[in-house]
């Protein structure tokens, strides 16, 4: 060990080996398996057994099964976006903040590149059991700082050994393992801690040996550099890396902290006098609190121990299956099912080899152009042409020795194996939508929406890990984004056409107040899934042409507006161009039609009123001649359920009445009775009271 090895550093060791050996290592073997099996070419038969088959002449086929079907389920999340808003929730939340701050950390996503960011993350929760965001603050491109957000591998993430819960909060540590070049060092934590790695001893020998480690992924192979001691690893071109160990612990103390009027705790520690003076309406006290510890440091050195500025750890999880710290993928299942496919079809050629190339048997001697060796070489050859010496019996003649059939069940087994692969992942066929011609698209779409049941579980615990991205981003926002600041938003306008406009965040007015102060309030986080624009605009597309076919009037403009086509925009400006220049015929028909249609229905009521007229002409012609009619008249439209728009009753009796008639309608059919109708389209002679005396 080295005489100059300080404390900090040991103990920094110290847990990072206790990690290890306590269950990292054997996650990182069993990663590296599941990850060969995905990524095939090869790499699914072990050198050992290549060794084997290659001494027994049998082929090493290799049948990937594994990567179409994790392919399908990754394409899931491609295909859904994570979008993020935010509701107000407690004292000094409005609706226009919780906006400001939802656009804000979709211009945080758009510039960190999050989807992109989260498809490595979900791709290596599913290939190998774990996958890891990393959420912090960087001052590289910004001095006021921005939120960096980045994928980790998951070799070099040691979460908490004794841990057994899928929140970080509830682990004691976390660690993060990197290789680190002396310039990134210096770059990272200065001239000191760059100079401090240079003296790296790399003759000690410890318990740090990495040889037992797994190899990294990169671009090169093992050959392009070698591992020391200590962590320590020199590269063909002469150039050094460190291993650096991150780690970030809790840890209770006593600190100074501003209390704020929403009752949030912020520590002063990092704050300048004059942040601390301008903060209005705070409470000053001493509370004892849990906080973040970052330790960094190499084998021998510490390069930085400070307190953690965020609130908590930068490593936010995804495991697919999660059960109290245990965690596996898709691919874990799979290997078994795919071992079997490969084994099955690479002993199934080898049979037909076998078969094809059975062998000989002969006489020795016998042959004429060539020898018995000869023969024994050339046996396997097409076409191999075979004389015999004059006088050889026919039953001496050279057979072809019968081969052994080819066992029974074998294509079964072959066959259960891709059965199996489908049910061990989840995906079936229904899912890539191979399921025939004789089936319908909406069969299919159904199918794939129940199929997708068998994802539940890992999509459920992906929109855990994009909720507690969602609070990572908002309180970064709240916590660093405190100074005046400009920030880019690009929305779409009316005709989905891409407008950029500034967004001010903690502006001072005139006023005095600040303009989109998002440092105070409480929000809750909302994150749904936003379909990718071409899939969600050909939704759009064909939703408004059915409406269209159902005749709903949705304008031209709305239609081209959610189609594919390029020049959308273009299109659009020139049919409003053509509109305001001369009218469209067709809209001057469609208004043609339209007071046609109103002259018509005018005309109708109209005639409605006439026929209405007559008809109580005739009644009051009816009861004037009878005035008992009246009382009949009133029972029976009160009966039909007549509603009187006067006062009852229905039909009034004649005051005066001369009593009843003495000629009383002819017409007493109930089928046919004398209508309005008939008396007014009846001939030209001059109308009279139905039922009344000539």
């Given at each position: 060990m080295s005489r100059n090895r300080d404390e900090q550093a040991n103990k920094n060791w110290q847990r990072y080996e206790y990690g290890r050996m306590r269950g990292h290592q054997s996650f990182c073997r069993k990663a590296r398996e599941c990850e060969n099996f995905y990524m095939g070419g090869g790499r699914q038969w072990t050198a050992e057994d290549r060794e084997v088959l290659e001494a027994e002449g049998r082929p090493a086929l290799e049948f990937n099964q594994v990567k179409p079907k994790l392919n399908t389920a990754i394409g899931y999340q491609i295909q859904n976006r994570m979008d993020i808003a935010f509701q107000p929730r407690g004292q000094g939340?409005?609706?226009?903040?919780?906006?400001?701050?939802?656009?804000?950390?979709?211009?945080?996503?758009?510039?960190?590149?999050?989807?992109?960011?989260?498809?490595?993350?979900?791709?290596?929760?599913?290939?190998?059991?774990?996958?890891?965001?990393?959420?912090?603050?960087?001052?590289q491109d910004s001095i006021l700082g921005e939120i960096a957000i980045t994928d980790l591998d998951p070799l070099d993430v040691i979460p908490d050994p004794d841990a057994k819960s899928y929140d970080p909060d509830k682990w004691s540590d976390v660690i993060i393992t990197r290789w680190l070049t002396l310039d990134e060092i210096e770059d990272l934590y200065g001239k000191e801690a760059r100079d401090k790695c240079e003296q790296e001893d790399l003759e000690d020998q410890d318990f740090g040996d990495d040889e037992a480690d797994e190899e990294r992924n990169k671009f090169g192979n093992e050959d392009t550099g070698s591992t020391g001691y200590m962590g320590s690893a020199t590269l063909a071109d002469g150039s050094k890396r460190v291993r650096v160990i991150e780690r970030q612990y809790w840890k209770t103390e006593n600190a100074d902290v501003l209390i704020t009027m929403t009752g949030d705790i912020r520590t002063i520690e990092g704050m300048t006098e004059e942040q601390i003076a301008a903060a209005n309406g705070v409470a000053r006290a001493k509370r004892r609190i849990r906080r973040v510890r970052w330790v960094i440091t190499t084998y021998n050195y510490t390069l930085f121990d400070e307190w953690s500025p965020f609130k908590h750890f930068t490593v936010v999880p995804f495991f697919p299956f999660f059960r109290r710290g245990k965690t596996t993928g898709l691919v874990d299942d799979a290997i078994g099912p795919q071992q079997l496919l490969n084994k099955s079809m690479s002993q199934f050629l080898h049979t037909i080899n076998n078969t094809a190339n059975s062998g000989?048997?002969?006489?020795?001697?016998?042959?004429?152009?060539?020898?018995?060796?000869?023969?024994?070489?050339?046996?396997?050859?097409?076409?191999?042409?075979i004389v015999l010496k004059d006088q050889t019996p026919v039953e001496k003649a050279p057979k072809k020795i019968q081969p052994n059939q080819i066992p029974t069940g074998v294509d079964r087994i072959i066959d259960r194996a891709g059965q199996l692969i489908d049910e061990t992942t989840g995906i079936n066929d229904a899912m890539t939508g191979n399921m025939g011609r004789e089936i319908s698209g909406v069969a299919i779409q159904s199918r794939q929406f129940a199929a997708q049941q068998g994802l539940a579980v890992p999509l459920d615990n992906l929109a855990k890990t994009r909720n507690m991205v969602a609070k990572r981003i908002l309180e970064l926002v709240q916590d660093f984004y405190d100074e005046p600041r400009i920030l880019k938003i690009t929305e779409q306008d009316s005709r989905g056409r891409p407008v950029t406009e500034d967004l001010y965040v903690n502006y001072p007015t005139e006023d005095g107040s600040v303009l989109n102060d998002l440092t105070i309030g409480e929000y809750d986080v909302v994150v749904s899934e936003q379909p990718m624009q071409v899939t969600f605009e050909n939704s759009q597309f064909t939703q408004i042409m059915e409406m269209r076919e159902k005749g709903v009037r949705i304008p031209d403009s709305f239609v081209i507006k959610h189609s594919n086509v390029t020049d959308k925009n273009d299109i659009i400006d020139s049919m409003e161009q053509q509109a305001a220049a001369q009218p469209d015929p067709l809209n001057e028909a469609r208004a043609e039609l339209a007071k046609a249609q109103a002259d018509k229905t005018r005309q109708e009521t109209v005639n409605r009123s006439v026929e209405a007229q007559y008809s109580a002409i005739q009644t009051?012609?009816?009861?004037?001649?009878?005035?008992?009619?009246?009382?009949?008249?009133?029972?029976?439209?009160?009966?039909?359920?007549?509603?009187?728009?006067?006062?009852?009753?229905?039909?009034?009796?004649?005051?005066?009445?001369?009593?009843?008639?003495?000629?009383?309608?002819?017409?007493?059919?109930?089928?046919?009775?004398a209508n309005p109708g008939v008396g007014l389209m009846s001939g030209i002679e001059t109308q009279q009271i139905e039922g009344a005396p000539a």
């Open positions: 939340a409005d609706e226009d903040k919780a906006k400001v701050l939802s656009k804000v950390a979709k211009q945080v996503g758009d510039n960190t590149g999050l989807h992109w960011i989260e498809t490595q993350v979900f791709s290596d929760g599913l290939i190998q059991q774990r996958g890891y965001f990393d959420i912090r603050i960087s001052y000989w048997m002969w006489w020795a001697g016998t042959l004429a152009n060539m020898s018995d060796d000869e023969m024994a070489d050339r046996g396997a050859e097409t076409g191999l042409a009051a012609g009816v009861i004037a001649t009878n005035p008992l009619t009246a009382g009949l008249a009133d029972a029976l439209l009160r009966s039909a359920g007549y509603i009187d728009q006067d006062l009852p009753p229905i039909v009034p009796e004649l005051q005066g009445g001369a009593g009843i008639a003495g000629n009383l309608p002819t017409n007493t059919n109930p089928i046919t009775p």
